[in-house]
């Protein structure tokens, strides 16, 4: 039986986020990564086994992929990769995931993650549209992840998880 994920949510008037920690590095991921990569996919659902394959594929498949890591911990990741957003549209930039560990959320880490990334396009590809997929219900659970996503990329709400790599 797979263990439930365990979610931060939102509530609130909840604990604000910290200041940033001086130990928090965001980095390139490396083919290295794959297994503690699987590791922080797993805390959305599954196994690491489950996620072994894919957190290999991300790798290989992503233009851009970043992790933060706290201490000797990879706590998390988010990457983008360019694809067709639509049937018959020109390929843009879509961000991939954007996953904390459990216990070292609400520390920073995903808005300095996804500004890595979102930095990283625009360094290279200035004006380049960024899109993100934000399944609604994270905007159900969560203002804060929904304006995280807002204020950095063009957000298509969807209802349901789009997987396409």
Avoid: C
């Amino acid at each position: 039986m797979t263990a439930q994920p365990e979610y931060a949510l939102y509530k609130p008037g909840g604990t604000p986020v910290t200041s940033p920690r001086p130990d928090i590095q965001i980095r390139d991921a490396t083919a290295m990564d794959a297994g503690a990569l699987a590791g922080v996919l797993a805390t959305r659902g599954g196994s690491v086994d489950d996620h072994r394959v894919v957190a290999a594929r991300l790798h290989e498949s992503l233009a851009v992929l970043k992790v933060a890591e706290v201490g000797d911990t990879l706590s998390g990741w988010s990457g983008a990769g360019e694809r067709a957003i639509h049937p018959r549209s020109a390929p843009a930039w879509l961000i991939a995931g954007l996953t904390v560990i459990p216990q070292h959320r609400r520390q920073g880490i995903a808005t300095r993650l996804l500004d890595a990334v979102t930095g990283e396009i625009r360094t290279h590809h200035p004006g380049a549209p960024i899109f993100s997929v934000v399944n609604a219900r994270n905007l159900d659970r969560s203002a804060r992840a929904a304006r995280l996503f807002r204020d950095r990329t063009r957000a298509v709400v969807r209802s349901h998880q789009l997987r396409w790599w």
